[in-house]
C-alpha cells in the first residue's frame, strides 16, 4: 500500500500495528464467538443478514485476529477469504486459525487485495469500513462484488462522547483504547447514513436496510450503523420530481458519451444521475442542441458533425407527452467540468456494468435505446430508431 506520510492511511497503518502488537505481547486471547456479531456482544442481528453462506465466495475485509470469519466457516460451512492489512493482526489470526480449513488469511492492503480477486457473491466487515477513505474502497468494493452480491458492514455513527456523524466526506480523530490501559490516535471516516447511502448509490451499490446498534453499557453513547447493501443485477431509476414536465419543455436531448474511461454522467441537484442533455431551443437542430447542452452543462466542445442521433423516446408523465431523442456523440474535445448556474455537475466517468443507482428516467431510457443488453430499469418508452 503505498500511504502519503502524516495522512489517514499511514495513521492508520501505524495504528493498527501498534494495536496487534500490544494484543501480542499482552497474549490477549478472545472468546471463541457463539454467535456473530457486529460490533456489540449479544445485541443486534447475526450472521443471518449475510443470507445464504454455503457454497459461496465470502470476504472478511479488515478481518483482525479473524474470529468473525473463523465462527462463519465453522458455523455455516463458509469458505472465507479474511483480509487484513496488519502485520500484527495478521499474526494474531495465523496463530489461533492458520490450520483451519476452510479460512484463507491474507495479509494485504484491502483496496490492492479487491483489485485483483475474483469477484465474491458475499462481502462484510466488522467495524474496519471507516478506517479507509471511502472514494478510495467503495469503487474497488463495487467491482470485486458480483452482481446479486450481498455487502454488509458497520460504520461509527456516534462516539462514546457524543459526536455524531459528518455530512462532508473527511477523516476525524478516534481514539482506540487498548486492554489494560493505554490508546492508540486514528482517524476515521464517521459519516451520517444519508452520506453513506448517496456514495454506496454513486458506485452501483443499493442500501437495503440500515440497522441501529448501540452500545449496551449505560453512559456509553457509542452507536453504530449496520449497512446492508447489494449489487443489483439491474440498475434503477427514477423521476426528479413528482410534477410533470412543463408542456413547452416536453422535447430534449441526451448525449451518450463513452470511451475508454468509460460513460459520462452527471448528478442533478435532485439526486439523479443523468446524461448531459436538455430542451431544444427554437431554431435549432437535434444535433445543434446536443452541441449547445453538452458545452453549456460540461464544457466539453463537439460538432453537430461528431452527432449521431439513435432515434426518439416517447412516454406519458401525467398526460403530458415527453419527447427524448437519445445522441451518441462520437468525438469531443475537452474534459468535464462543473458549469455555473447549471442543475447538473460532479460529472464523472462510469463503467457500463457500475452503473450508479438512481439514473434519471430519460437517461436511462435512451441508454437503453443506444444499448438494449445494459441492466438498467425503467418506465417504458416507445423507441423509434432513425435510419442509418
Do not use: K
Not at 458492514?153 to 490501559?181: D, K, Q
Not at 444519508?194 to 453512559?219: C, K, Q, Y
Not at 442533455?277 to 437535434?286: M, N, R, Y
Request: charged share 25%; net charge negative; glycine share 12%.
Amino acid at each position: 500500500m503505498t500511504t502519503r506520510p502524516g495522512g489517514p492511511d499511514a495513521v492508520n497503518t501505524e495504528a493498527w500495528h501498534a494495536y496487534g502488537d500490544h494484543h501480542l505481547r499482552r497474549g490477549t486471547v478472545l472468546p471463541e464467538l457463539e454467535r456473530f456479531d457486529w460490533g456489540h456482544r449479544d445485541t443486534g442481528p447475526g450472521a443471518e443478514i449475510l443470507g445464504e453462506l454455503a457454497g459461496r465466495r465470502v470476504l472478511d475485509l479488515g478481518c483482525g485476529p479473524a474470529r468473525h470469519a473463523a465462527h462463519l466457516v465453522r458455523a455455516y460451512g463458509a469458505s472465507v477469504d479474511a483480509v487484513d492489512s496488519s502485520p500484527t493482526q495478521h499474526e494474531r489470526a495465523l496463530a489461533r486459525y492458520g490450520s483451519l480449513p476452510g479460512l484463507r488469511l491474507i495479509r494485504a492492503d484491502a483496496v490492492e487485495h479487491l483489485g485483483t480477486a475474483q469477484p465474491y457473491d458475499v462481502v462484510y466487515s466488522v467495524n474496519a469500513v471507516p478506517y479507509i477513505d471511502p472514494r478510495r474502497l467503495l469503487p474497488a468494493l463495487a467491482a470485486a462484488l458480483r452482481p446479486g452480491g450481498t455487502l454488509c458492514f458497520t460504520v461509527l455513527h456516534t462516539n462514546s462522547l457524543g459526536e455524531g456523524p459528518s455530512s462532508v466526506v473527511e477523516s476525524r480523530p478516534e481514539i482506540l483504547r487498548l486492554a489494560g490501559g493505554g490508546e492508540v490516535a486514528v482517524r476515521m471516516w464517521v459519516l451520517t447514513p444519508g452520506l453513506w447511502t448517496d456514495l454506496l448509490g454513486e458506485h452501483g451499490l443499493r442500501v437495503e436496510g440500515i440497522d441501529v446498534l448501540d452500545a449496551p453499557e449505560e453512559g456509553n453513547h457509542a452507536s453504530y450503523r449496520i449497512f446492508r447493501a447489494t449489487r443489483p443485477v439491474r440498475v434503477s431509476s427514477r423521476p426528479r420530481g413528482s410534477r410533470p414536465p412543463v408542456p413547452h419543455a416536453a422535447i430534449g436531448v441526451g448525449a451518450i458519451l463513452y470511451g475508454p474511461r468509460g460513460l459520462l454522467l452527471g448528478r442533478h441537484r435532485r439526486g439523479t444521475w443523468e446524461l448531459p442533455g436538455g430542451t431544444v431551443e427554437p431554431g435549432e437542430s437535434l444535433a445543434e442542441t446536443v452541441v449547445r447542452e453538452l458545452r453549456e452543462e460540461t464544457g466539453i466542445e463537439a460538432r453537430p458533425t461528431d452527432v449521431r442521433l439513435l432515434g426518439t423516446l416517447l412516454d406519458d408523465v401525467e398526460g403530458v407527452v415527453r419527447m427524448t431523442v437519445a445522441a451518441r456523440v462520437t468525438a469531443w474535445r475537452g474534459e468535464p467540468s462543473d458549469q455555473p448556474d447549471e442543475r447538473v455537475g460532479d460529472w464523472r466517468w462510469f463503467a457500463l456494468d457500475r452503473l450508479p443507482e438512481n439514473m434519471f428516467v430519460c437517461s436511462a431510457q435512451g441508454l437503453t435505446a443506444w444499448r438494449p443488453d445494459l441492466p438498467i430499469d425503467h418506465t417504458p418508452a416507445h423507441f423509434t430508431p432513425y435510419a442509418g
